[in-house]
């Protein structure tokens, strides 16, 4: 299913190569501030462009075709939509013969006996994550919002600030491309640069001449969070974060914390002594949560992307036409690593996640 959430619940459509891609928000507070403008910075982290990214370009202007009046929400559904301009199907009609290795191609075909739509990669491709994108915005709205901090505060929850403009402050960003990592990549003459696609000029260039992608790896960091968010087993922060992560495409993996390297660790390493009455601790190896639920103290994941699947690189696959193993050059425009895009999708994911908890 393509619905996500509890109290703020999100439904996402539209396909890549469709008339528009869009989302569906429910349970958003009436009385926020928003416009076709609050959109553009989120949207305009997540366009292409740069290096290392795809030539498609859209201008992703955000129609809000229901929910708000006047400036403000309403309480009723809120609707986005993104419609598709730039397209280029004819690049797609292989697939059905052939489909793309790493790709949705093949099952989306046995699961829905050829309806589906393969341009672009239908529903699967990444241009959904706009949908994504679109929902932060407004999630990242309800989180510092008055509303918010009077719902935490009624619920007995200790607030992190006086000023709800400054809760929950999620940050993510690329600490990773094709194996190397960020302090790698500005030793070898990237230095102090914030844009990733010339940080990593040397990796993504090498990958661009081979035909070949990169993968990479996002870390997400949440500030002033108040304890008592989440619930332990299945309601867990932990859970409800890997969730919505897990549904961007590409995802291979979260971690927490120390994460993968606690598995190495003792527990006098791991562990995280408090030393303050607010539950401020001297590290933070657990990411934030213990138990499922927030401690107080960052929020800390890190989200690893795998390299694109559609590579100019001549592959060896199943044709299902001849019936034997052919060749495949995948033609049409694609990013050689879709994780330099990512910081605010998965920043976005992270949002709907705590709205939602916030709202419970």
Not at 40 to 57: H, N, V, Y
Not at 248 to 271: K, Q
Not at 325 to 348: K, M, Q, S, Y
Request: glycine share 14%; proline share 6%; hydrophobic share 40%.
């Amino acid at each position: 299913m393509d619905i996500f959430g509890n109290s703020f619940r999100i439904s996402v459509f539209g396909e890549s190569h469709g008339g528009g891609i869009g989302v569906v928000m429910d349970g958003v507070p009436a009385g926020l501030s928003l416009s076709p403008d609050d959109f553009a910075a989120d949207l305009a982290r997540r366009k292409s462009g740069a290096r290392g990214t795809t030539p498609r370009k859209e201008d992703d202007l955000p129609e809000i075709l229901s929910g708000v009046h006047a400036g403000h929400t309403t309480g009723a559904p809120l609707a986005v939509l993104f419609r598709n301009t730039n397209v280029r199907s004819s690049d797609y009609s292989l697939f059905r013969e052939i489909p793309r290795p790493g790709h949705a191609d093949f099952v989306a075909g046995v699961k829905w006996h050829d309806f589906n739509d393969p341009r672009g990669g239908g529903h699967f491709s990444g241009r959904v994550t706009l949908a994504l994108v679109a929902a932060g915005v407004v999630a990242k709205k309800i989180l510092r919002s008055p509303f918010a901090a009077a719902r935490l505060d009624a619920a007995g929850l200790p607030l992190p600030v006086s000023d709800p403009g400054e809760m929950f402050g999620i940050s993510a960003s690329l600490v990773e491309v094709g194996g190397v990592t960020r302090d790698a990549a500005a030793a070898s003459g990237g230095g102090d640069i914030v844009d990733a696609s010339v940080l990593w000029a040397g990796v993504l260039d090498r990958a661009i001449a081979d035909g070949d992608s990169l993968g990479g790896v996002v870390e997400c960091r949440v500030t002033e969070v108040p304890v008592g968010l989440g619930e332990p087993f299945f309601d867990s922060v932990e859970s409800l974060l890997s969730h919505a992560l897990f549904s961007i495409p590409g995802v291979r993996g979260v971690e927490f914390g120390d994460g993968f390297r606690s598995a190495g660790m003792r527990g006098s390493e791991h562990n995280d002594p408090v030393v303050s009455p607010s539950g401020e601790t001297s590290g933070n190896g657990s990411g934030g949560i213990n138990g499922g639920i927030t401690n107080g103290n960052p929020i800390v994941f890190r989200v690893a992307f795998k390299p694109t699947s559609s590579i100019r690189m001549t592959q060896h696959t199943w044709n299902f036409t001849t019936g034997r193993i052919g060749t495949l050059t995948v033609p049409g425009r694609h990013d050689v690593c879709f994780a330099l895009r990512t910081p605010v999708i998965v920043e976005a994911a992270a949002a709907v996640v705590l709205a939602d908890l916030v709202l419970r």
